[in-house]
């Protein structure tokens, strides 16, 4: 069959691949549109697997709050250089995906990697992505926020979209700028836990030794030593619990996030909080991601 100009352009205007390949894909279904984006996406899909030692390890943070702050949605998706994270269509990828995780509560990233985006589904745009772009991308992960009876939910987006925060709030006064200034303190200053409470036993005890390492030439009485080390843990809780934490826009630089809720309103307290930073705790799982995308190609 005849592979005219016109069909080039209708492919092209539907994948956004480059003129060589749409020419290729016709030429290989025999000038039938739906198979050539087929041929395409395999295509994107063989490159990938051949990405397979590389780690996508850039990409997006984006979130979506319900109008009523009843509910959030935070998802992180991966690609391998900043130019692409700041490419119209992977914005607009990540974006739609929240939108989507927002609406349909998936209960897995299976299940949003399955959920109808247009004509397509979520999986199948993002391998569209890929035969256009070049690049490995992937959707990382993404958490679903509920709020209770009295409760709010918050977001903040910080740094180009490369962190992204949720945070859960109770009390009469959790208006839209309080949870944002408390997901942008989240974002800003990394905790790690709502309250001391929450720092696991083993966590305690290794901080512990650590600081028990330090002081064993201090000549110091055991008595002595363990007061010490409360202390020690106690500014340690300071800068990884949430609560505890000095306030990021406390002007005097000393009330924690706790205190300056109590100051705002009694009744208010921090629920929860989910904090995501593009690439963070990422490890190359090569042969895992190839023998994957050879089942998808397959």
Known sequence: MLITAQLVKELREKTGAGMMECKKALGESKGNIEEAIEYLRKQGLQALSQ???????????ASVVAPDKTAGAL?????????VAKNDDFRRFVAEAAELALAKKPSSMEALAALSMGA????????????????????????????ATGEKIG??????????????????????????????????????????????????????????????????PPQVLEKIIEGKLAKFAGEVCLNDQVFIKDPTGKKSV?????????????????????????????DDFAAEVAKMIR
């Open 51 to 61: 990405k397979a030692g590389r780690v996508a390890a850039d990409g997006l943070v």
């Open 75 to 83: 998802i992180e998706v991966n690609c391998e250089t900043d130019f």
């Open 120 to 147: 397509e589904t979520v999986g199948d745009r993002l391998n569209t992505l890929v035969a256009k772009i070049g690049e490995k991308l992937s959707l990382r992960r993404f958490a679903l926020q509920s709020a």
């Open 155 to 220: 977001t903040y987006i910080h740094l180009g979209s490369k962190i992204g925060v949720l945070v859960r709030i109770k009390g009469n006064k959790a208006d839209e700028n309080l949870l944002k200034d408390i997901a942008m303190h989240v974002a800003a200053s990394h905790p790690q836990y709502l309250n001391k409470e929450d720092i696991p036993p083993k966590v305690i005890e290794s901080e512990k030794s650590i600081y028990r390492e330090q002081m064993k030439d201090s000549g110091k």
């Open 258 to 286: 706790r205190q300056i809720l109590k100051e705002v309103d009694p009744t208010l307290t921090i629920v929860s909080f989910i904090r995501y930073q593009v690439g963070e705790g990422m490890e190359k799982r090569q």
